[in-house]
């Protein structure tokens, strides 16, 4: 059984800033890809940045230069730090984890339950 579990939403004005963690636990072999994803009312879900085994980044156009996401292997963490926050930003934000489980010989897609991140003042 694997997990993955977020934390660190909440409500923040614009312009502030919000650290999200999301730590996967479980019978996990390896872990190919961590990533954030999210989805705003009356939207379809989107992806905000991934970070693969090898430390690379991807971002979203929408959050360049503002959100930085970056991973401890060690804890099997992924963490997403955002800065400058808009109320468009406002959504549901899920961690996603693509990774081997013991046992396994294909990787899986795994998902948090997600956390609320609202930007209002």
């Known amino acids: 059984q694997v997990q993955l579990v977020e934390s660190g939403g909440g409500l923040v004005q614009p312009g502030g800033s919000l650290r999200l963690s999301c730590a996967a636990s479980?019978?996990?072999?390896?872990?190919?890809?961590m990533g954030w994803y999210r989805q705003a009312p009356g939207k379809q879900r989107e992806l905000v940045a991934t970070?693969?085994?090898?430390?690379?980044?991807n971002y979203a156009d929408s959050v360049k230069g503002r959100f930085t996401i970056s991973r401890d292997n060690a804890k099997n963490t992924v963490y997403r730090q955002m800065n400058s926050l808009k109320p468009e930003a406002t959504a549901v934000y899920y961690c996603?984890?693509?990774?081997?489980?013991?046992?396994?010989?294909?990787?899986?897609?795994?998902w948090g339950q997600g956390t609320q991140v609202t930007v209002s003042s």
């Open positions: 970070i693969p085994s090898d430390g690379s980044r």
């Open positions: 996603n984890a693509l990774l081997y489980a013991v046992g396994s010989i294909i990787p899986k897609d795994y």
């Open positions: 479980g019978r996990i072999f390896s872990i190919v890809n």
